[in-house]
């Protein structure tokens, strides 16, 4: 199950990522007191829906809405968050990509906050 390959998120990639992320934090953490909470694992450099349909290779997607994609971006992080047993969400970045985060505090849990990380609206 290690190699498991959900659409286009490899689960080998995303636990190396993630081992990365842990020693970054823990890093900076010593350098400066203060843990990330969030820390941005992949970002995908756009918020158009056809585009992350293809990049996440979504083509099984029922509807091609902004509801439907939010829908299979939390399902897709839930079983990915099962995988890698971490905690994992799809967010925006800065930048309003979409982006994968590994959620380090809370209880997110492969979830996305309709108000604060993803809404609808965002797909072009």
Same mark, same amino acid.
């Given at each position: 199950?290690?190699?498991?390959?959900?659409?286009?998120?490899?689960?080998?990639?995303?636990?190396?990522?993630?081992?990365?992320?842990?020693?970054?934090?823990?890093? $900076?953490?010593? *350098?400066?007191?203060?843990?990330?909470? $969030?820390?941005?694992?992949? !970002?995908?450099?756009?918020?158009?829906?056809?585009?992350?349909?293809?990049?996440?290779?979504?083509? *099984?997607?029922?509807?091609?809405?902004?509801?439907?994609?939010?829908?299979?971006?939390? *399902?897709?992080?839930?079983?990915? !968050?099962?995988?890698? $047993?971490?905690?994992? !969400?799809?967010?925006?970045?800065?930048?309003?990509?979409?982006?994968?985060?590994?959620?380090?505090?809370?209880?997110?849990?492969?979830?996305?906050?309709? *108000?604060?990380?993803?809404?609808?609206?965002?797909?072009?």
């Amino acid at each position: 199950m290690d190699d498991a390959k959900i659409y286009g998120l490899c689960i080998t990639r995303l636990k190396h990522q993630i081992e990365i992320a842990r020693k970054a934090d823990q890093a $900076r953490g010593k *350098d400066n007191g203060a843990l990330c909470q $969030r820390i941005l694992l992949e !970002s995908y450099m756009t918020a158009e829906m056809e585009e992350i349909i293809d990049i996440l290779e979504l083509y *099984d997607i029922q509807e091609h809405t902004p509801k439907h994609l939010k829908q299979m971006l939390e *399902d897709l992080a839930y079983t990915a !968050s099962l995988l890698t $047993r971490e905690d994992l !969400s799809f967010g925006l970045t800065e930048k309003g990509h979409l982006g994968l985060y590994l959620e380090l505090k809370g209880i997110c849990a492969g979830l996305v906050e309709e *108000d604060t990380c993803m809404p609808e609206e965002i797909f072009i």
